[in-house]
């Protein structure tokens, strides 16, 4: 067990991660400052019971500079601090976007890491009210997470799995990938297809209420158990489906899927996805 404590700045604290993160990191021993510099955020920092300190101060002493901002942000917020960091601080994005594309400013002595939350499992053994309420994770219910260093230097890795461990608490693992993999698994596995399959479903829902005219109470109950045993069968195996269910699949493969999907995963479908995410014509690096 990690019982290190380090110095550690959270810039953006008042954001949706910013107010995560710290809402954790006040539970811990780790000395940390907060920065904000939106009125509103402010005011959210503030009503926690956390005080603000300004950036460049918070910035010069850190061990680990965790970057709660939006991703466009990352660019110019990196060009203001990183040069006002101490030699051998990390600066730890939460998605490996920006990084990925080469739009943070970087420093030889300063290492870059990233670091993203896996969110509770939905095989997760759950034990209480309060784990099954928390989906997004970081409050009760166990998680994993992603992280990456570019450092070989195993220092670095220890503060950043601590920070991890911190900031997404509690954390079961921390895997450790490269920051291209982490752009592969966030956004191509998880937002590009997974997140897409579950708004897929709501718009089915939708559609099966109101264009067919089912009782959406019997909709939503039969769509809710189903995905269960969809995501049970299909990731885990635990139930075949029948053989009537995997004639309808077909049936519907053929008429969602388009035959050359598989191209998401290539580099250049990546960086194609990224550069529209992040607003950019083409990718930088
Ligand atoms: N929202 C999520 O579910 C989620 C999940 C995982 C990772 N992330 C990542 O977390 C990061 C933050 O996303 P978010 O959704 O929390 O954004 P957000 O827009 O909710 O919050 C960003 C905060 O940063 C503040 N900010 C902007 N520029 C600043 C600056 N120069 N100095 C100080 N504060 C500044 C804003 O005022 C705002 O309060 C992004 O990299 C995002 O990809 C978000």
């Not at 994005?93 to 499992?121: E, F, I, K, M, N």
């Amino acid at each position: 067990m990690i019982t290190e404590t380090h110095t550690i700045a959270v810039i953006g604290a008042g954001g949706k991660m910013g107010m995560r993160v710290s809402d954790n990191l006040a539970k811990s021993a780790h000395t940390v400052s907060y920065v904000e510099n939106s009125p509103a955020g402010r005011e959210r920092t503030l009503a926690a019971g956390r005080d603000l300190t300004d950036a460049a101060t918070a910035v010069a002493d850190a061990d680990i500079v965790v970057l709660a901002v939006p991703d466009l942000a990352l660019g110019p917020v990196t060009a203001e601090l990183v040069p006002l960091m101490k030699s051998g601080a990390i600066v730890l994005t939460l998605d490996p976007a920006a990084a990925y594309a080469g739009l943070l400013t970087t420093r030889d002595d300063v290492v870059q890491a990233v670091a993203h939350p896996c969110h509770p499992s939905i095989f997760l053994q759950r034990q209480s009210p309060a784990e099954w309420a928390d989906t997004f994770g970081g409050i009760a219910a166990p998680q994993d997470a992603i992280a990456a260093v570019e450092s070989d230097d195993e220092t670095h890795r220890q503060i950043v799995e601590t920070t991890v461990r911190a900031i997404y608490a509690p954390v079961v693992d921390v895997h450790w990938v490269t920051v291209k993999q982490l752009a592969q698994l966030e956004p191509t596995l998880v937002e590009t297809v997974a997140c897409m399959v579950g708004a897929l479903l709501a718009e089915a829902l939708h559609e099966t209420v109101h264009t067919m005219g089912v009782p959406e109470d019997a909709a939503r109950s039969i769509l809710y158990g189903h995905v269960q045993v969809a995501l049970a069968n299909g990731l885990r195996g635990d139930n075949p489906f029948s053989d009537a269910c995997l004639i309808a699949m077909d049936y519907g493969r053929e008429s969602i899927i388009k035959e050359d999907w598989k191209k998401i995963f290539r580099d250049d479908e990546l960086d194609r996805n990224l550069a529209r995410m992040l607003h950019l014509d083409s990718m930088g690096r």
